[in-house]
C-alpha cells in the first residue's frame, strides 16, 4: 500500500529558516551577503569528552554517537544518517592486523535541525543488522585459504553503502561491509585476533521506514555483493546499481564466476524494482571484445552517475581512488566518459568531441579520471521549447588519475556539458574547465544551491587513504558560480573540527546546507595518535558534530517568499500550481531532489528549474516535465525572488515544500520512450536471455570501442597485476609491522 508523508509541521512553518541570532558572523571578516555565514557547532546530546581523545576505547558498553559518513535529508524534514569505519578507536597496534577483529557495525540516527536547538534520536534496528533473517547467510563467506577468522558484530555494517529514496518515502540502501581476517590467527590468552584485514562487499539490500522510523530488510538481495557501489533512480522508478567490490584486499572469486571478474570491481548491473523488492540482473543480449555482456562495465568505486534528460546514466569518467587498494587490472577504461541505456541495457564511451584525445579534461588537459573528487549535476534549464536537452555536470578537487592517483589535492574543475538528441538518439560530449578552486582539496564536498550556485566545503590538502593523517584540513569554505566563473571565499570551518574523510554536506528544506562526517582511518594504517594534529594535520578521532552554513541569500536583506499553497498531486508533463503572495516578483521555480548523499556521492542528486508559464495576482503555474527529468521520488519546491543586490539580480528563495513524483502510471518522459528495463537471468549475471539486437544507434562504433578498450587494458594489465601483488604483499607486511615482538611470540605459541 502506498503512503504519503505529511510535511513537517516544523518545516512549513520555517518560513524565514532556524533564528540567525545561532549563526556566528562570517569568518575572516567577510561580508555574509557575499560569502554567508557558519552557525557554532552542534554537538549531539550525551557525548563524552573521551570521543575526541585519540585511541579511547570504553569498557562499559558506551559508544560514541555516530558521525555523519551518510546522509539522507527525509520528506519529514528530518535527517537520517550514519557511521563509517565504527571501532576504528578499539585498534591498539596497527588496523591491518586488527580491525577484521575490533570493527563493529555502524549505528544510525535521526536528527530534527529545523528547531534552533537540534533533536536526536535513534531508530529501531539502529544498526540495520539482519534481524529478519537476512545476515550471513546471504552472504556466504567466500574461500580464501586456510586460517580465516571471522569475528562477530561487525558481519553486516552499513558502511559503504550508497542510498536513494523512493517515490513511497522509503530510503534504500544497498550493500555494506562484511570485515574479517584472511589470514588470521587468534591469541588463546586474550581471545583476540590478529591478521591481514579484509572486508567482503554484502548483497544487502535495507530499508529504512520514515513512517515507523525502522529499519528492515528487503525482500530481496542483490545478487552480487557490492562494497562502494553507486546507485541511481531511473526515469521509471526502477534503481540501477553498477560497480562496487565483492573482495577488497584479494579479489579472487571462486562463486563460479569467471576468471576474468577476479581482480576487478563488479562488472555486473542489476535493477530493482520497488514493486516487488527484487532485483534483476541486467543482460544485453550483446557480447563485447572482452567477452563481458554489454551490460557489463567496468567502474571505480563510487562511480560518480548521473541520469540525463534522455533517461540514459552518464558516467563523469570519475570515481574514489581507493590506495593502496582498490585498484583493477582494467582500470585505465575509466578515463572514458562512458552512458549506459536502459532501453538497451548496454554501455558505449561517450568521447569528448572538442579534446585531443577524446577524454574530459582534468586539471586543464584531456586525462580523462579525476579521483575522490566531488560530482554534481547542475541546474536542468528548459530551452525555448520547453524541453530539456542539455545536462552539465560540475566536477573538481580530488587526485588526478586512477589508483594510485597523485596523492596531493587538485584545484581545477572541469564542467562536462552532454547534449541529448531525441531524434538520433545520439548524446554529444563538451569538457571545458571551470574556474579554479581556492584551495587544493581533496575529498571536498559540493552541494548545488537553489540559486544555481555551489558551495564547496571539507578535505584534505592529501589523500588520507594513501597515508591516513597525512593531510592537513582545509577549513575554508568556498563559494562557486559555474556560469559566472567566479569563485569566492567562504567562512571558515571550526578549527578543532576539520571533516577529512567521510565528511559529508546537504541541503536542508530551508535553504541552509548541513555539514557533517569526519570518520577517518587512523593515522599511517597503525593506531590512532593525535601527534599529527597538534601539528596541524587532521584528527584521527571521528567527528559526531555538524555545523550549518547559510549561504549569502539569506543575509541579502530581502525577504524570503513564502509558498502558502502549492498542489499535493504532481503529474508528469503536466502543470503545477503555487500560491504565494509574493508571486508577481518570483524569477525561478525549482525542484531539488531530497538529497542521500555518502561518499560525495548522490546517484539522484539534480536541481530542475521549472519554466513559468503564468504568473497572475498570488498565483504562478509552472510545467512539470516527464521522468526522464524528473524521476519518481521526494523534491524540495522552491520559488526564488528576483532581487537587484550589489547592482546584480540575485534569486532569494523561499523554505521549501515537500512534493513526491510518484512512480506510477509509468511515464516515459518528454523527448524519448524509455521502456522498462528487460531482464536477464538473475544467476551469476552471465545467462544472457535471448532477444534482438538493438538498431538504435551507438555514439562511437561498438567495434571501435571496444577495441580501444582492450588496447588500453592489455597495455596497463601486466602493470596492474604486478602493483596488485605488491600492494598485498606490502599491506601483509604492514599488517605485523606495528605488533610488537612479545606479542607475535605469543600468537606463535597459541597457534
Not at 558506551?62 to 546522509?71: D, F, L, S
Not at 526502477?238 to 562488472?267: E, M, Q
Given at each position: ?135 550471513d547467510a546471504v552472504n556466504p563467506l567466500l574461500p580464501g585459504g586456510a586460517g580465516v577468522v571471522d569475528s562477530g558484530g561487525n558481519n553486516y555494517d552499513l558502511f559503504c553503502s550508497p542510498l536513494v529514496q523512493l517515490a513511497d518515502g522509503t530510503v534504500l540502501a ?237 584545484d581545477s574543475t572541469t564542467i562536462n556539458t552532454i547534449t541529448t538528441n531525441a531524434t538520433t538518439g545520439q548524446d554529444t560530449l563538451q569538457s571545458d574547465s571551470g574556474p579554479q578552486l581556492l584551495n587544493k582539496r581533496w575529498y571536498g564536498d559540493a552541494v548545488v ?303
Amino acid at each position: 500500500m502506498r503512503r504519503t508523508l505529511a510535511v513537517s509541521s516544523c518545516v512549513a512553518a520555517l518560513v524565514g529558516g532556524v533564528p540567525l541570532a545561532t549563526v556566528s558572523s562570517a569568518a575572516d571578516g567577510a561580508d555574509p551577503a557575499v560569502a554567508g555565514a557558519l552557525s557554532a557547532v552542534v554537538a549531539q546530546p550525551n557525548t563524552r569528552a573521551e570521543c575526541f581523545t585519540a585511541q579511547y576505547q570504553p569498557t562499559d558498553g558506551y559508544r560514541c554517537p555516530p558521525a555523519a559518513m551518510a546522509v539522507a535529508v527525509l520528506p519529514t524534514g528530518k535527517v537520517l544518517f550514519w557511521d563509517g569505519l565504527e571501532g576504528m578507536n578499539r585498534v591498539q597496534y596497527n588496523v591491518v592486523a586488527e580491525f577484521g577483529d575490533v570493527a563493529q557495525d555502524d549505528q544510525s540516527r535521526i536528527a530534527d535541525f529545523s528547531r534552533a536547538t537540534p533533536t536526536f534520536s535513534t531508530p529501531g534496528n539502529q544498526t540495520a543488522t539482519g534481524t529478519d533473517g537476512h545476515d550471513d547467510a546471504v552472504n556466504p563467506l567466500l574461500p580464501g585459504g586456510a586460517g580465516v577468522v571471522d569475528s562477530g558484530g561487525n558481519n553486516y555494517d552499513l558502511f559503504c553503502s550508497p542510498l536513494v529514496q523512493l517515490a513511497d518515502g522509503t530510503v534504500l540502501a544497498a550493500g555494506g561491509t562484511h570485515y574479517y581476517e584472511e589470514p588470521g590467527v587468534t591469541d588463546p590468552t586474550t581471545g583476540k585476533s590478529y591478521g591481514v584485514a579484509e572486508l567482503q562487499g554484502l548483497k544487502a539490500t535495507r530499508i529504512f521506514d520514515p513512517a515507523t522510523n525502522t529499519w528492515h530488510n528487503a525482500k530481496g538481495d542483490m545478487h552480487f555483493g557490492r562494497w562502494y557501489p553507486t546507485m541511481v533512480t531511473l526515469p521509471n522508478g526502477h534503481v540501477f546499481v553498477a560497480s562496487g567490490v565483492t573482495k577488497l584486499i584479494k579479489p579472487a572469486y571462486t562463486d563460479g564466476r569467471p576468471a576474468a571478474d577476479s581482480g576487478r570491481n563488479v562488472p555486473e548491473t542489476e535493477t530493482y524494482d520497488p514493486a516487488t523488492q527484487q532485483w534483476t540482473v541486467n543482460h544485453s543480449g550483446q557480447t563485447a571484445l572482452n567477452g563481458d555482456d554489454t551490460s557489463e562495465q567496468s567502474l571505480p568505486l563510487f562511480s560518480r552517475l548521473h541520469l540525463l534528460p534522455d533517461g540514459k546514466v552518464y558516467y563523469d569518467a570519475a570515481g574514489q581512488t581507493f590506495n593502496p587498494d582498490g585498484q583493477a587490472y582494467d582500470e585505465a577504461t575509466w578515463v572514458n566518459a562512458k552512458l549506459y541505456d536502459p532501453a538497451t541495457q548496454a554501455w558505449s564511451d561517450l568521447p569528448a568531441d572538442n579534446t585531443p584525445t577524446g577524454l574530459p579534461l582534468v586539471d586543464g588537459a584531456p586525462i580523462g579520471f579525476r579521483g575522490s573528487g566531488f560530482s554534481v549535476l547542475l541546474p536542468l534549464t528548459p530551452d525555448a521549447t520547453g524541453h530539456y536537452r542539455t545536462a552539465k555536470v560540475f566536477n573538481g578537487g580530488g587526485v588526478v588519475g586512477p589508483t594510485p592517483g597523485n596523492y596531493f589535492g587538485d584545484d581545477s574543475t572541469t564542467i562536462n556539458t552532454i547534449t541529448t538528441n531525441a531524434t538520433t538518439g545520439q548524446d554529444t560530449l563538451q569538457s571545458d574547465s571551470g574556474p579554479q578552486l581556492l584551495n587544493k582539496r581533496w575529498y571536498g564536498d559540493a552541494v548545488v544551491l537553489p540559486d544555481g550556485t555551489v558551495f564547496v566545503t571539507n578535505g584534505a590538502s592529501r589523500d588520507e587513504v594513501d597515508a591516513p593523517g597525512s593531510g592537513n584540513p582545509v577549513f575554508q569554505t568556498e563559494l562557486v558560480d559555474p556560469a559566472g566563473g567566479t569563485v569566492t571565499a567562504g567562512p571558515s570551518l571550526d578549527a578543532a573540527h576539520g571533516r577529512t574523510y567521510h565528511n559529508s554536506a546537504v541541503l536542508l528544506p530551508d535553504g541552509r546546507v548541513l555539514i557533517g562526517g569526519h570518520a577517518p582511518i587512523a593515522t599511517g594504517y597503525a593506531f590512532q595518535s593525535d601527534a599529527g594534529s597538534a601539528a596541524g594535520l587532521s584528527k584521527p578521532e571521528a567527528d559526531s558534530t555538524f555545523q550549518i552554513y547559510e549561504p549569502p541569500y539569506l543575509h541579502y536583506g530581502v525577504a524570503r517568499p513564502v509558498i502558502t499553497d502549492n498542489d499535493r498531486n504532481v503529474s508528469w508533463n503536466g502543470d503545477l500550481t503555487i500560491t504565494s503572495h509574493q508571486a508577481s516578483s518570483i524569477g525561478k521555480v525549482v525542484l531539488v531532489r531530497n538529497p542521500s548523499q555518502t561518499h560525495l556521492t548522490d546517484g539522484d542528486q539534480r536541481s530542475v528549474e521549472l519554466r513559468i508559464k503564468h504568473q497572475e495576482g498570488d498565483s504562478i503555474t509552472v510545467a512539470v516535465p516527464g521522468s526522464n527529468v524528473l524521476p519518481a521520488g521526494p523534491y524540495m519546491l522552491f520559488i526564488e525572488r528576483a532581487a537587484t543586490v550589489g547592482g546584480k539580480t540575485r534569486y532569494v528563495p523561499s523554505v521549501s515544500r515537500q512534493v513526491t513524483i510518484d512512480s506510477s502510471p509509468r511515464d516515459p518522459g518528454p523527448d524519448r520512450v524509455t521502456p522498462a528495463p528487460r531482464h536477464g537471468s538473475a544467476l551469476g549475471g552471465r545467462a544472457a536471455t535471448h532477444r534482438h539486437a538493438s538498431t538504435r544507434p551507438a555514439t562511437r562504433p561498438a567495434a571501435d570501442a571496444a577495441a580501444a578498450s582492450t588496447l588500453r587494458t592489455a597495455s596497463v594489465a601486466q602493470h596492474r597485476t604486478v602493483w596488485h601483488a605488491w600492494a598485498w604483499l606490502a599491506l601483509a607486511a604492514l599488517a605485523f609491522a606495528g605488533v610488537p615482538t612479545l606479542l607475535r611470540r605469543r600468537l606463535r605459541r597459541g597457534a
